[in-house]
């Protein structure tokens, strides 16, 4: 089988590829989320009813007046599909918080945001988990002990559900006893925190994630789709964010020729 590389380089296979394609916003189509098993097949957009449940419109006010201030076009679209998506998970009847997607928001951001200041990157996702009535610190915490627990696991072996094993495989064996009593919402950011952590575990077999998402009892199929949209994303952005970089750089040696023809001028006067 023929595997292509998602950022960092571990595979996932190219016949995913080849899926037909819906995509209009930064993960494809906003999709109903599942209701129940992730392997039942039967989806649903299940949003908790509830007088206090907030709207996409309450999330993206939330969003704009915690960052008050002008984001490029480049980020600003990004960071408000990303919103709209999160929120129809947050807010679905079976959504619970997890370390794994937890850790694929933070990378998803990590990457998108690259370019701005330090400082605007973390004001922008803060931003956004408030938005969502979630903690941006526990996202960070949560992640960073993952990256951390990945990284010291060392191979896929050490990332497979075990209840009595490490506290990567702990967290892992939480997540498949909901899966398995189809109590788990799986989102297309969880997809990308279990490629994250087998990229830091340097598990680069092209059956390592195949090995993981089945100890977690997931579709591998989903998995592969999602993560092959989320690579054609990042390329995209990284070509959107070279062209940006080319029109500064021509703006500014244009005004470096105009300013040099005025002192050209103002000399020979």
């Known amino acids: 089988m023929n595997f292509t590389k998602i950022n960092h380089g571990s595979p996932v296979p190219v016949a995913a590829l080849q899926r037909p394609r819906q995509a209009h916003s930064v993960f ?7 209701r129940q ?9 299940t949003i908790t009813a509830s007088a206090a ?6 999330a993206k006010a939330k969003f704009l007046e915690a960052f008050n201030r002008p984001l490029p076009s480049l980020y600003s679209t990004v960071v408000l599909e990303l919103l709209v998506q999160q929120h129809l998970y947050r807010w679905n009847a079976n959504y619970v918080y997890n370390p794994v997607m937890a850790l694929g ?33 526990q ?6 002990m993952l990256e951390a627990a ?8 050490a990332l497979l559900p075990s209840s009595d094993g490490n506290e990567c495989q702990q967290i892992m064996a939480s997540i498949a006893e909901k899966v398995s009593s189809e109590k788990f919402l799986y989102t297309k950011f969880f997809a990308v925190g279990l490629f994250r952590m087998l990229e830091l575990a340097g598990a680069k077999d092209p059956k390592a994630l195949g090995g993981l998402v089945e100890g977690v009892g997931i579709p591998q199929e989903r998995v592969n789709a999602d993560l092959v949209t989320y690579k054609n994303i990042l390329s995209k952005l990284k070509a959107a964010k070279e062209i940006m970089k080319e029109f500064v750089e021509r703006e500014k040696r244009k005004q470096a020729e105009r300013a040099a ?4 001028q103002k000399e020979a006067a």
């Not at 494809?28 to 599942?34: A, I, K, S």
């Not at 996202?139 to 960073?144: I, L, P, T, V």
């Not at 023809?261 to 050209?264: D, F, I, L, P, V």
């Open 139 to 144: 996202y960070r915490k949560d992640a960073s």
């Open 105 to 137: 928001i933070c990378s998803i951001f990590d990457q998108v945001l690259q370019g701005l200041p330090e400082a605007e990157q973390e004001a922008v996702f803060n931003a956004y988990i408030s938005a969502l009535e979630e903690s941006p610190e």
């Open 261 to 264: 023809e005025k002192e050209a």
């Open 37 to 45: 098993s992730v392997s039942s097949g039967r989806t649903s957009l």
């Open 53 to 58: 449940t907030p709207t996409v419109a309450d």
């Open 150 to 157: 990945a990284t010291s696991a060392g191979s896929v072996d």
């Open 28 to 34: 494809g189509r906003v999709q109903r989320v599942p």
